[in-house]
């Protein structure tokens, strides 16, 4: 919280096609110890193939692009680096 923003959480609302295919998910987004970062942490509920339902999470560093209004988030999966533009 700060004196210009009194919130400390904001719910988001929106459709993504690359998101919606699950059944339960979790967007959160959180402050990291160093200063101006910023971490998002999505959990979704996904459908193995032989049925069984499991809890996936993912923790993306997320950065400023140049542009403004972009951000450019960064995770690191098994030792495969993904970064992606929103």
């Not at 942490?41 to 560093?61: A, C, H, I, M």
């Not at 400023?64 to 972009?70: N, Q, Y």
């Given at each position: 919280?700060?004196?210009?923003?009194?919130?400390?959480?904001?719910?988001?609302c929106?459709?993504?096609?690359?998101?919606d295919?699950?059944?339960?998910?979790?967007?959160m987004?959180y402050?990291?110890?160093?200063?101006?970062?910023?971490?998002?942490?999505?959990?979704?509920?996904?459908?193995?193939?032989?049925?069984?339902?499991?809890w996936?999470?993912?923790?993306?560093?997320?950065r400023?692009?140049?542009?403004?209004?972009?951000?450019?988030?960064?995770?690191?999966?098994?030792?495969?680096?993904?970064k992606?533009?929103?």
């Amino acid at each position: 919280r700060t004196k210009d923003n009194p919130v400390s959480w904001m719910l988001v609302c929106g459709q993504n096609p690359a998101y919606d295919e699950f059944p339960c998910q979790y967007q959160m987004f959180y402050k990291g110890k160093a200063k101006n970062s910023l971490w998002y942490n999505p959990v979704f509920k996904v459908q193995t193939l032989d049925g069984e339902e499991v809890w996936r999470r993912s923790d993306y560093k997320v950065r400023h692009d140049k542009v403004a209004g972009k951000f450019i988030f960064t995770f690191c999966d098994n030792g495969v680096t993904s970064k992606e533009y929103w």
